[in-house]
Nanobody, 127 residues
C-alpha cells in the first residue's frame, strides 16, 4: 500500500511559477513510474507528465511541454512538478499517482495504468 500526498498548490498570476510536491509513504517508490494528472472544473482528468524510476525518461502532455518539468528525489521518496509560464488554462486540481505493479517499468500516460493516487492539490492561475 502506498499513500501519496500532494502539496504546493495555490494561487499564482499568469506567467508565474509554482512547484508541486508529492510525498509518498508506506512504501519506497524509487523503482516505480510516477505521474501527474489534473482535472479542471467541468473537465475530465487529463495526463500532465510522467517519469520512470530513474527520472531520465519523461513524457509530457502537449499542453504543458516546454513549461512543466517532472522530477523526483528518490532519497526523499518524493516527486515534483515544476510549473513555469503558467496560464489560466492550467487551473485545475493536480494529482500525483504511482504504478507499483511494474518496478523499473515504462512510462504511462493513462489513468488506469496507475494504482495509487493522492487527494490532489488546487492550482489556480489568474489572468
Amino acid at each position: 500500500q502506498v499513500q501519496m500526498a500532494e502539496s504546493g498548490g495555490g494561487l499564482v498570476q499568469a506567467g508565474g511559477s509554482l512547484r508541486l510536491s508529492c510525498a509518498a509513504s508506506g512504501r519506497t517508490i524509487s523503482s516505480y513510474t510516477v505521474g501527474w494528472f489534473r482535472q479542471a472544473p467541468g473537465k475530465e482528468r487529463e495526463f500532465v507528465a510522467t517519469t520512470t524510476w530513474s527520472g531520465r525518461t519523461t513524457y509530457y502532455a502537449d499542453s504543458v511541454k516546454g513549461r512543466f518539468t517532472i522530477s523526483r528525489d528518490n532519497a526523499k521518496n518524493t516527486v515534483y512538478l515544476q510549473m513555469n509560464s503558467l496560464k489560466p488554462e492550467d487551473t485545475a486540481v493536480y494529482y500525483c499517482a504511482v504504478d507499483s505493479r511494474h518496478p523499473w517499468g515504462p512510462a504511462y500516460i493513462r489513468e488506469n495504468q496507475y494504482d495509487y493516487w493522492g487527494q490532489g492539490t488546487q492550482v489556480t492561475v489568474s489572468s
